[in-house]
């Protein structure tokens, strides 16, 4: 079973925050808050999704890399999370 699916419910419950979170920019935007407070709700924003991505990064570690039974299935996560830490950095 994937980590994503075990932890399914904590997964969601983040992503809902970040949908509140975003929901909040664009209350923000719609009612000409200053610059520097919206700017903070973006900030914030970035925190959370990184904060995910950095939850996920290390449950595909430990369920993918650590996990893993055989030297194929080991290589193979490494390379699933060497291509998403590049699409992370761009």
Same mark, same amino acid.
């Given at each position: 079973?994937?980590?994503?699916?075990?932890?399914? /419910?904590?997964?969601?419950?983040?992503?809902?925050?970040?949908?509140?979170?975003?929901?909040?920019?664009?209350?923000?935007?719609?009612?000409?808050?200053?610059?520097?407070?919206?700017?903070?709700?973006?900030?914030?924003?970035?925190?959370?999704?990184?904060?995910? /991505?950095?939850?996920?990064?290390?449950?595909?570690?430990?369920?993918?890399?650590?996990?893993?039974?055989?030297?194929?299935?080991?290589?193979?996560?490494?390379?699933?999370?060497? /291509?998403?830490?590049?699409?992370?950095?761009?």
């Amino acid at each position: 079973m994937s980590h994503t699916i075990e932890n399914k /419910t904590k997964l969601l419950a983040r992503v809902r925050r970040l949908k509140g979170q975003m929901e909040a920019v664009e209350r923000a935007l719609e009612q000409e808050v200053g610059c520097a407070d919206v700017l903070q709700l973006v900030a914030s924003v970035r925190g959370a999704i990184n904060g995910l /991505t950095a939850e996920l990064i290390e449950d595909h570690i430990e369920h993918h890399l650590l996990g893993a039974t055989n030297e194929a299935d080991r290589r193979l996560a490494a390379n699933e999370l060497e /291509t998403v830490v590049r699409t992370y950095l761009k």
